[in-house]
């Protein structure tokens, strides 16, 4: 396994040769885009400006259970609001890391980009505002989040919304130069399937081959899919396929997701250890006929690709800051490490090292931050096994 001072100083090479181009990598991110209010579920209250917090899941789920058959009062104690959603999240990690982004999603309406994603529109190449954003009270746990989301301006995200401000021409030019595709969000945005289905007719047959050291990747993040029919999930992943071999396809699941996709294409999961899910994703991988599963879960994270499968341990953190947007900050740096040309493994590690720093931090990390990170993760990592030695 690549050590995390290596991966601290292939990093700072890869960023280093990245500034140095005259064109970084492109990438093309949507669809979705939420407010996010950041929210504490009230224990105890203390006094008026002191409280304890519902400290997990469990904790909060015990809370409402009990109220069954009669009822319960829950305060909830906003502490911020943030610019939310997985597209955006992962186009603010992907900014740090260097690359051109090109932004389609829902964060107002056209000539009118929402103020809390404005200073986002101003870092990005393009952006298409294409409905008004969704909003999300995240509550905050230690081990987790509920999130209780307002969604219905994403019904007005669709193909004919994007084209109507980047007409078909533009947008192929964009697919043709980009080096990664992000669609984010398919579970809350209604219209992704159609969406995806206008792209591979209208725009794809107009795009360049690539060779296999230079690929377009194409990276989809389904999110929780229990809320939607069995048949538009496997419409979806009948699709994915189809966007080769103009894309790799890689398909990223969080520990809940692996077993609902798993249990939608080959039957009953069998457990939730490293093992179990390793053998999940493979057999997700090799159903769908696409590139790559990835699966990030609080403790490890792995990748079942064609090449073979990797694992790497988590930073698991007893107290973050924030867990909203983890997942995507993963996401961004797993594909961070493939745009840097480096190895599956050490991008699955740079993914691991991007999601521990902002749940300690509560912003994306630049390139500095994550070395640096790395860099003290490995000298605890040395010192520990000295002292256990």
Not at 299 to 313: D, I, K, P, Q, T
Not at 354 to 375: G, M, N
Request: proline share 6%.
């Amino acid at each position: 396994m690549v050590s995390k001072a290596t991966l601290a100083r292939e990093l700072t090479e890869r960023y280093e040769r990245l500034t140095q181009r005259s064109q970084p990598p492109l990438c093309f991110v949507g669809f979705d885009g939420f407010t996010d209010a950041i929210v504490r579920v009230v224990d105890q209250r203390l006094d008026v400006k002191r409280f304890e917090p519902l400290h997990t899941i469990t904790d909060f789920g015990k809370r409402i259970l009990t109220a069954a058959g009669k009822s319960c009062y829950l305060e909830l104690v906003p502490l911020e609001t943030r610019v939310g959603g997985n597209a955006p999240l992962f186009t603010q990690a992907l900014i740090e890391g260097g690359h051109r982004v090109v932004f389609a999603g829902a964060i107002g309406q056209p000539g009118a980009i929402e103020p809390i994603f404005q200073p986002m529109a101003r870092r990005c190449l393009r952006v298409v505002p294409l409905s008004p954003s969704g909003h999300t009270d995240a509550l905050e746990f230690s081990d987790g989040r509920v999130l209780l989301g307002k969604i219905g301006s994403l019904a007005e995200v669709s193909y004919d919304a994007l084209i109507a401000q980047l007409p078909e021409n533009e947008l192929t030019a964009y697919f043709d130069e980009c080096d990664l595709f992000v669609s984010a969000n398919w579970t809350m945005l209604p219209n992704t399937n159609a969406l995806w289905k206008s792209l591979l007719q209208r725009i794809l047959p107009h795009c360049s081959h690539r060779s296999l050291d230079n690929p377009r990747r194409l990276f989809v993040d389904l999110k929780d899919t229990a809320k939607r029919t069995a048949s538009d999930v496997n419409e979806a992943l009948q699709l994915l396929p189809l966007f080769q071999p103009a894309f790799q396809i890689i398909l990223s699941l969080d520990h809940s997701e692996v077993q609902q996709i798993y249990h939608a294409l080959v039957g009953s999961p069998p457990g939730p250890g490293p093992d179990q899910v390793a053998m999940m994703a493979r057999a997700i991988r090799k159903a769908i006929g696409i590139d790559q599963v990835v699966v990030h879960t609080t403790r490890f994270a792995l990748v079942a690709s064609s090449e073979g499968s990797y694992n790497v341990e988590g930073i698991y953190c007893a107290e973050p800051k924030i867990t909203t947007g983890s997942q995507d900050h993963f996401n961004a740096g797993y594909c961070n490490g493939l745009l840097y040309g480096l190895p599956i493994e050490s991008s699955l590690l740079a993914g691991v090292a991007t999601a521990a720093y902002y749940v300690r931090h509560a912003h994306s990390p630049t390139i500095a931050d994550l070395t640096t990170f790395l860099d003290l993760w490995h000298m605890l990592g040395t010192y520990l096994d000295a002292k256990r030695s």
